[in-house]
């Protein structure tokens, strides 16, 4: 009786100490670790007549006035969509300058999740800026930009500083503070 009474006690402790195995999580490495990119963004000049009411059209003046325009293309690698190195060229348009700037550079570029689908996006370049509007004026291209992007499908808008590395008729050289939004393409 002695030895029937301890198996069902074995046998009832076998339900009440059991336990789920909990499997490691593996990460899923990302079948396409490449991203395309591309950016359209419009540079601002500050406006000389901000605050002011424009005698035609009786409405105050805007505080910045677009510049120009930019486009830009890139390539590159990421890990997990939250680093990413590539490599980007372009062509930028200064008005105000008559300038016409292809920049080559190369850009790092980081993009935590902040939400679910949202992700904030920096991302910090630097190359080469080729004048191609008959100056013969190069220099080194820096550029810095902020901007936030949509995870699921790419989209974003961000600002952006950059500088040229060289001047025209001045000694300092010439830059730009840019709106823009970019497509990512993973």
């Not at 680093?83 to 850009?107: T, Y």
């Amino acid at each position: 009786m002695k030895q029937l009474f301890l198996f069902f006690v074995l046998f009832i402790f076998q339900f009440g100490f059991s336990q789920e195995e909990v499997k490691p999580r593996k990460f899923i490495e990302d079948p396409k670790p490449i991203y395309k990119k591309f950016e359209l963004s419009v540079p601002l000049k500050a406006n000389q007549y901000a605050g002011e009411i424009n005698p035609y059209t009786g409405e105050k003046e805007f505080w910045f006035l677009p510049d120009g325009i930019s486009l830009r293309a890139g390539i590159g690698g990421h890990l997990d969509k939250w680093i990413g190195v590539g490599m980007n060229f372009g062509i930028d348009w200064k008005a105000s300058r008559c300038l016409v700037v292809a920049p080559i550079f190369g850009s790092v570029r980081l993009s935590p999740r902040i939400a679910e689908d949202i992700r904030i996006t920096s991302e910090v370049g630097f190359g080469r800026a080729l004048s191609i509007s008959g100056d013969n004026l190069s220099g080194n291209f820096k550029k810095i930009s902020l901007g936030i992007e949509d995870e699921e499908s790419g989209a974003g808008l961000y600002i952006e500083l950059c500088q040229y590395g060289f001047s025209k008729n001045t000694p300092e050289k010439i830059g730009s503070v840019s709106i823009g939004i970019n497509c990512f393409l993973f």
